[in-house]
């Protein structure tokens, strides 16, 4: 048996509960896998990249086993367009995604910076303290365009070439990069293995979505400020997303970033006024149809691959 055999209906069903219902409240699977990431990290921690690998290999390899076990479930078709859509809809977070967009858009229009400020935390590590209005604008619009990638066109994309097993798999290395991809005293060496599986994984999805996001805009600036910027970002990957929305919605991107106290100085892209807060609005409409257009795609080479 194929395990890695894609039911294309099965991602377009993922993708429709994902619409309809976003990341369930409880018990969401993705922080019942952190948990278990979590406590495997007590067991094996230290400060070196050897044990980092061991880490990454132990967890995903986990995870592989589970989309394996998941993938012999969905033996008949109607069983496989139902494992695979559930699955799919578990580890997509578009829809998500859209809503802290939102609720980012909503809050600053109000002037309820402090609101926007404490949930800033909920789209990237960002250190929210003491930016305004401009700044939260700025930093939404750059989180939706990077998570654009990884929350909806990278599991769509592994879900097409690699079914279940490949949705699995992605979300667990995408969530050990959240967990220890950091630069910071705990994490340099032993996250490095995370964070660079997780580039790995992103390569080909970021590029997708900059080019998507060029066709879905109808911007020939997207284009102009993709290939001309996209790799100016200290990420491999998320430059070419932020890149193509910066053209796309005619703003600049990049600058002074705080985390943690440190203060990381990125290459501006773009070459249009700084983000305002009617901004967050259209990048959150702009992710919304790149991520439906890759769906569409998605399906198709999941068509073709059948």
Not at 26 to 32: E, K, L, N, Q
Not at 81 to 98: N, R
Not at 123 to 135: F, I, V, Y
Not at 276 to 305: C, I, K, P, T
Request: glycine share 14%.
């Amino acid at each position: 048996m194929n395990l890695t055999r894609v039911s294309p209906e099965g991602l377009l069903l993922g993708v429709g509960l994902d619409l309809l219902l976003g990341d369930p409240r409880r018990g969401h699977p993705v922080a019942g896998f952190g948990r278990v990431a979590s406590w495997v990290e007590r067991k094996v921690y230290k400060d070196s990249r050897g044990r980092g690998v061991v880490f990454v290999g132990v967890v995903v390899g986990g995870a592989f086993g589970a989309g394996v076990v998941l993938g012999r479930v969905g033996k008949g078709e109607v069983s496989r367009v139902v494992v695979t859509g559930v699955v799919t809809w578990a580890v997509l977070g578009g829809t998500s995604l859209g809503r802290e967009g939102l609720f980012m858009a909503s809050a600053l229009e109000r002037g309820d910076v402090e609101a926007a400020r404490a949930r800033l935390s909920h789209l990237c590590a960002r250190d929210p303290k003491g930016l305004e209005s401009a700044e939260l604008a700025r930093a939404t619009v750059e989180s939706v365009a990077e998570n654009t990638s990884d929350a909806a066109i990278a599991p769509l994309f592994w879900g097409a070439v690699a079914g279940v097993p490949g949705l699995v798999v992605y979300r667990a290395i995408n969530t050990l990069d959240a967990m220890v991809g950091y630069r910071n005293p705990r994490y340099e060496r032993f996250g490095w293995a995370a964070a660079r599986l997780d580039d790995a994984a992103n390569w080909i999805p970021a590029r997708v979505t900059g080019v998507l996001t060029v066709v879905y805009s109808g911007s020939a600036e997207a284009w102009r400020v993709l290939r001309r910027d996209g790799g100016n970002h200290p990420s491999p990957n998320a430059g070419r997303c932020e890149a193509a929305f910066a053209g796309a919605l005619g703003v600049r991107l990049g600058g002074a970033n705080s985390y943690g106290g440190e203060v990381e100085r990125r290459p501006e892209m773009g070459d249009g006024r700084a983000p305002e807060v009617r901004d967050v609005r259209r990048a959150v409409r702009l992710s919304r149809r790149v991520g439906l257009a890759a769906a569409g795609m998605a399906a198709l080479v999941a068509w073709g691959l059948q």
